[in-house]
């Protein structure tokens, strides 16, 4: 594991700042590998990289380069069938010189070329350099796993693991994209290729980028098979999910260093806790978050589980009085764009107690987006009988639940999912999915942005042209390629390597992705039975508490602590003037939010933790909004910045 960048150098800054800037890139991306640092110089290109080692401690130093000097290789991540891929290209004529995964990927693709990635099973972000052709690849795991940006500019193309590698150019303007912030404020996340600054785009999963002499294109190299494709009974898919499960969790235990397993006590994590203890003949380290006197509470899931397992459990309470307020400061340096996402907090306290024991977690990240583990799932079937309701009559329903049921601290209530359930049944279905698992309204966002037009995510959608295949099929598909990759996986991996500390997700073995989207919608749910499969798959192996008990979500209760213990962060960032001197945001709109917020007449804890981290990392980046001509071209003409 470890973090990447570079540049070329044909008529940019980069190529007169050279090695200085190569350095000063390393140094800020560190935290992604403290191990060794390293920088390659072709002749029109820099590649940088820092390693956090995992495999071959004493060799796989980066970037690695052929004996030819040819060709070089900065790359971040796991082949978990680096082996199998090494024998093949042994028996070709190749000869290694270590034991590292890396090296398989720069012997494969010497071989191969970019069609080496197709036989390659892991986690992976990596940049190719060929001094013989001047070309440069750069290449993205199939779901999204690893991260990497890229900028044009002119006939360059700068790159990086996380933005702050890109930012360090001084010709890459700090300038807010208008069309990706209504992205951002509708769904908590950018989705999609870009990102919150213009300009500064992230490689799609399953893409590669190849630049040559100034040109650059960006093609698909993987594509998951069509939705709910096959005809396959229980038995045998129960069958064939075991034997794939066994056989991702078996790759992904593979370290030369210290390993645990992240646990909630929920069925996605204990299942693969209790793949990683069939397979591993060592006592397993886990690892949990608790919330003790919450209703929302896992810890006695999670003990239960270690129990069994006999696992060396620690845990970490997350409550008021823990150093909150410093670790979402710290967001703002270690998430490159804001993380919306509430979870965050959670996953960084785990985080760093992980790291403490271990460099590399086992988590069940992906089978929820792969089997049906969302609440949303069932919203979208249940709005569409609801739909047929008059419209008035749904309005009207609305207006009862504020009358009468009153406003809730806790996490995700009751009062809560049934006012956004209905507010949802009033918008297009594809807008409805989004905003059963996002934040402000259309209606709301144009009060906070003026010029606000909304409409976007219908494009996002359309954008993936998934064919016919049944409502829960369509927003699967919707969530693998958006919220997986762009919030879930972004998260885990900024919160994590922050902390130097590698987190692998078996569920997301291209083999079981491919899998799980193939099957038919009655084996994912069944009735108000959600991953159903997973479930038949699993009982009798796990505690029937495990397996019958609701999703709790992994994050914070916002709507309370936003009254409470954050009350003053919050208002000390989105003050009047901050809010103003944006010219993008109306600092009246969202002052009055805070104040129906804080007077308990409505609960937007999580439209305010998007606004709380916006507003710290655009004041740490120093991001602005553009000038007023470039913001309505930029913005597609969504925003008239005032």
Known sequence: MCGIAGFTRVGSAAGRAGRSLAHRINGLISHRGP????????????????????????????????????????????????REVRRELEGLGHRFRSNCDTETVLRAFQQWDTACFQRMRGMFAAALWVEGEQRLVLVRDRMGIKPLYYYRHGDDVYFGSELKAILEHEDVPRQLDLGALEDYLSVNYVPGEQTLIQGIRKIP??????????????????KAPAPGGRRISMGDAKEELDWLLRDSVREHLVADVPLGVWSSGGIDSSTVLHYAATESSERLKTFSVS??????????????????????????DLNPEVELQGAIEDFAYYSDEPSADAGALPVWFLSRMSRRHVTVALSGEGADELFGGYLTYVADRLARPFRLLPKE????????????????????????????????????????????????????????????????????????????????????????????????????????????????????????????????????????????????????????????????????????????????????????????STGVFDAEAIQGLIREHMERRINIGYH?????TLFLWMKRWKVEAPAPVEAVRAGRGMFAVR
């Open 393 to 580: 009559l749904r309005q009207a329903a609305r207006g009862a639940l504020d009358r009468y049921l009153p406003v809730s601290d806790d996490k995700i209530s009751l009062e809560y999912k049934l006012k956004r359930w209905i507010e949802g049944s009033l918008l297009d279905p594809d807008e409805a999915h989004f905003f059963w698992n996002g934040t402000f309204s259309r209606e709301q966002r144009q009060q906070i942005c003026p010029g606000s037009n909304g409409g976007g995510l219908r494009r996002l959608v359309r954008e993936l042209g998934i064919p016919p295949c049944g409502v829960l099929n369509r927003y699967l598909a919707v969530d693998q390629n958006y919220y997986l990759a762009d919030d879930i996986l972004y998260k885990t991996d900024r919160m994590s390597m922050a902390h130097s500390l590698e987190v692998r997700p078996p569920f997301l073995d291209h083999r079981i992705v491919e899998f799980a989207v193939g099957l038919p919608q009655r084996l994912k749910i069944r009735g108000f039975q959600q991953k159903y499969l997973l479930k038949e798959l699993m009982r009798g192996k796990l505690p029937a508490a495990v397996l019958n008990r609701k999703k709790t979500g992994f994050d914070i209760p916002t709507h309370d602590w936003f009254r409470g213990v954050l009350r003053g962060l919050l208002t000390e960032t989105l003050t009047p003037k901050a809010v103003a």
């Open 35 to 82: 191990d060794q640092q390293g920088i390659f110089e072709g002749s029109l290109a820099t590649l940088c990289a820092v390693r956090l080692k995992i495999i071959d401690l004493g060799g796989g130093d980066q970037p690695m380069v052929s004996e030819s000097g040819d060709t070089a290789v900065a790359f971040n991540g796991e082949i978990y069938n680096h």
């Open 291 to 316: 919330f003790h006197g919450r209703s929302f509470d896992e810890s006695p899931y999670f003990r239960e589980i270690a129990r069994i397992y006999g696992t060396d459990h620690h845990e970490f």
């Open 205 to 222: 999963p399953g893409h590669l980028l190849e630049w040559h002499r100034g040109r650059i294109w960006v093609e698909r190299w993987w």
């Open 608 to 612: 305010l933790w998007g606004l709380l």
